[in-house]
């Protein structure tokens, strides 16, 4: 069964970092493209950031770019997403997705990652 598990939100103040991690099992994740979506209530999803299994390809959504980086480590079957100078407008629950753009079905449960001002 393929599964998806995101940790690492929290409550940081804004300028602050965070850095998630995303779980997954069940499928061949090192040829796998994985990406990054937020949900912002009242928004909806936003995709973010998408990274290709051989972690040498990434894309960054505009609002992103130079504070967010995303990477994976295919031995532990991980992808990770290090949130710098992180905004009031960032705040939102995060997950994981399989393949690049971040319209599949397979999530996990999320993290909700709240920015104080």
């Known amino acids: 069964e393929e599964k998806l598990a995101e940790s690492g939100g929290g409550l940081v103040q804004a300028g602050g970092s965070l850095r998630l991690s995303c779980a997954a099992s069940?499928?061949?994740?090192?040829?796998?493209?994985m990406s990054w979506v937020r949900q912002i209530p009242g928004i909806g999803f936003e995709w973010i950031s998408a990274?290709?299994?051989?972690?040498?390809?990434?894309f960054y959504k505009e609002r992103v770019k130079g504070r967010f980086t995303i990477s994976r480590d295919n031995a532990k079957n991980t992808l990770y997403l290090q949130m710098n100078s992180l905004k009031t407008e960032d705040s939102a629950v995060y997950y994981c997705?399989?393949?690049?753009?971040?319209?599949?079905?397979?999530r996990g449960q999320g993290t909700q990652v709240t920015v104080s001002s």
């Open positions: 997705s399989k393949g690049w753009l971040g319209t599949s079905p397979l």
């Open positions: 069940g499928f061949a994740f090192d040829s796998s493209d």
């Open positions: 990274i290709n299994g051989g972690g040498d390809r990434t």
